[in-house]
């Protein structure tokens, strides 16, 4: 089945530098990917809608200059943490719509720890 | 505001019984709710979507509901079995009029004792 991967899996950084996470769907094109967060013991809160040749549309209180999305192709969208502090660390995931369009698929995940 | 609530952070269920899971919401006419189960550590996998003029939808051993009246959807777990212990989420299809654009409940950690 349809498969969205991330890299990295785990990164840790020091505060003030930036990160940039990879999400890419593998066996099917995705013109619209989604980017969420999730802090210990609360649930996916979507940050940003990530479309394929235009920019990001950000959701309330996230701020676009501080999250970089780029979608460069139908099967890769990039979100770069810039100037990245230590209340940045959180798991970052990213999906994408199936293709059969029931359901999105979920990436794996991408563990940011800020020190 | 929108708000989403799934009936308990944590349920402890007997291998073999029937799990149930509740997930309510306000302020929101969503037209498809979706459930997912996240593993410790991983992204979620999707499970179900039913359609707001659809009442019940099954898929082997899971059972969904969807009320829009009662704004409120019911997940059934048959014949539970230890490997479905994970956390249940409930999510809204729909979020500010786009199709696809989720937005997520609160989650309930299911564990199946053997």
């Known amino acids: 089945g349809a498969v969205v991967s991330q890299h990295p899996s785990r990164v840790i950084c020091k505060s003030g530098t930036s990160v940039k996470i990879e999400c890419r769907s593998l066996?099917?094109?995705?013109?619209?990917m989604f980017w969420y967060r999730q802090f210990p013991k609360q649930s996916l809160m979507l940050m940003a809608t990530?479309?394929?040749?235009?920019?990001?549309?950000?959701e309330q209180g996230v701020e676009k200059d501080k999250f970089l999305i780029n979608h460069a192709s139908l099967t890769l969208s990039t979100l770069t943490v810039t100037s990245a502090h230590p209340e940045d660390s959180s798991f970052y995931i990213c999906?994408?719509?199936?293709?059969?369009?029931?359901?999105?698929?979920f990436g794996p995940g991408t563990r940011l720890t800020v020190t | 505001s929108q708000k989403i609530e799934q009936n308990s952070e944590a349920l402890n269920i007997q291998e073999g019984k029937t799990a149930t899971l509740t997930c309510n919401y306000t302020?929101?006419?969503?037209?498809?709710l979706q459930w997912y189960r996240q593993d410790p550590g991983r992204g979620p996998v999707f499970l179900l979507l039913?359609?707001?003029?659809?009442k019940e939808k099954r898929k082997e051993r899971l059972k969904v509901t969807f009320d829009t009246t009662l704004k409120q959807s019911l997940f059934h777990i048959t014949a539970s079995q230890p490997a479905d212990s994970a956390t249940y989420l409930c999510?809204?299809?729909?979020?500010?009029?786009?199709?696809?654009?989720?937005?997520f409940g609160t989650g309930t950690l299911l564990a199946v004792q053997p």
């Open positions: 066996d099917f094109q995705a013109t619209t």
């Open positions: 039913i359609r707001e003029n659809e």
């Open positions: 999906s994408a719509r199936s293709p059969s369009g029931t359901g999105q698929y």
């Open positions: 990530s479309n394929e040749g235009s920019k990001a549309t950000y």
């Open positions: 302020n929101y006419s969503p037209a498809y």
């Open positions: 999510a809204l299809d729909g979020y500010g009029g786009a199709t696809n654009k989720l937005i």
